[in-house]
């Protein structure tokens, strides 16, 4: 329709659903039209119901199948299905951003296997920024995620075995690298068992790379070095499987150190690596010799850092 202001002439847009007169369009419907013909929450719309398997003994949340599930939250799993959903619907052609926050759980008392999530989505569709509040419920699938599974059997694939150089390791070192390797775990690493020898500590690990990580950051923080060997386990899906051995050695007394056998403290003067340290006691000032025996009983005297 045209119409006349004095002078000037300009085009006026009607909409063809409710008849009101708007300077904008979207699909050919006013911006009250267009948006209340769109839902964002639809769970009945959804393609597929939406899962989540749930790990009975850790409580954990996984995506996928087989051995290529991840781990996940229930929350990145609903975000990610309504965000496909709207961009099926609504994306195609245009853009389609979609944000979730402020989601809630809410756990059913009538039905263990299902989660009621509340949300809030905006999403911009044709230039319209959309709002919307609702729920979605999740079907909970329970099983034992791989990880505990592994844990509860004794799975191991490597063990960190801490030693010292030309001497036995202090309980305080041993300590201190238990702290460390338990400091460095990652969410799929875990530490099935400990084994406290006369000569360390072995620590077996779940994954080469979690044994190679915890051995690096204890030589990192206690000083020495490690190596690592690999022994054939067995064969698993055509593949050799291997189990390795990490030798992690603390290093052994050095010139200047301070150590300690009973309650008697010694400045190392000289070490004569495989047959003792020549050393004086702090508080006489009597010059000695320490048989690698022992050695062997002594510690670090303030080794800390």
Not at 133 to 147: A, S
């Amino acid at each position: 329709m045209k119409e006349s202001r004095g002078d000037k002439e300009r085009w006026s847009k009607f909409c063809p659903k409710c008849g009101k007169k708007t300077d904008e369009l979207f699909d050919s419907l006013c911006r009250a039209c267009f948006t209340k013909g769109i839902k964002l929450i639809d769970a009945e719309k959804l393609a597929i119901p939406i899962r989540v398997n749930v790990c009975e003994i850790c409580g954990g949340y996984f995506k996928g199948k087989g051995a290529g599930k991840e781990r996940t939250s229930i929350e990145e799993v609903v975000t990610d299905a309504i965000r496909k959903e709207i961009r099926e619907r609504y994306g195609h052609g245009h853009e389609c951003k979609v944000s979730a926050e402020g989601l809630m759980r809410n756990e059913l008392k009538d039905a263990e296997n299902r989660v009621i999530v509340s949300l809030k989505v905006k999403a911009e569709i044709k230039g319209v920024e959309i709002e919307e509040r609702g729920e979605i419920e999740v079907n909970l699938k329970r099983e034992t995620c791989e990880r505990c599974s592994r844990i509860t059997g004794g799975y191991y694939a490597g063990i960190v075995q801490i030693r010292a150089d030309d001497r036995i390791p202090a309980d305080e070192e041993l300590t201190m690298a238990e702290e460390i390797a338990y400091s460095g775990l990652g969410d799929a690493d875990f530490i099935p068992k400990e084994t406290k020898l006369k000569e360390g500590l072995d620590i077996y690990v779940s994954s080469m790379e979690c044994g190679r990580r915890v051995s690096r950051q204890i030589v990192k923080k206690l000083g020495g070095g490690f190596s690592e060997s690999r022994k054939l386990y067995g064969r698993k899906d055509g593949r050799n499987v291997y189990r390795v051995s990490f030798s992690v050695r603390l290093p052994a007394f050095k010139e200047g150190e301070k150590v300690e056998i009973g309650d008697k403290v010694f400045s190392v003067v000289k070490v004569r690596k495989e047959k003792g340290i020549e050393c004086v006691d702090v508080a006489t000032g009597e010059r000695t010799f320490l048989k690698k025996k022992e050695t062997n009983k002594a510690r670090r005297h303030f080794f800390f850092l």
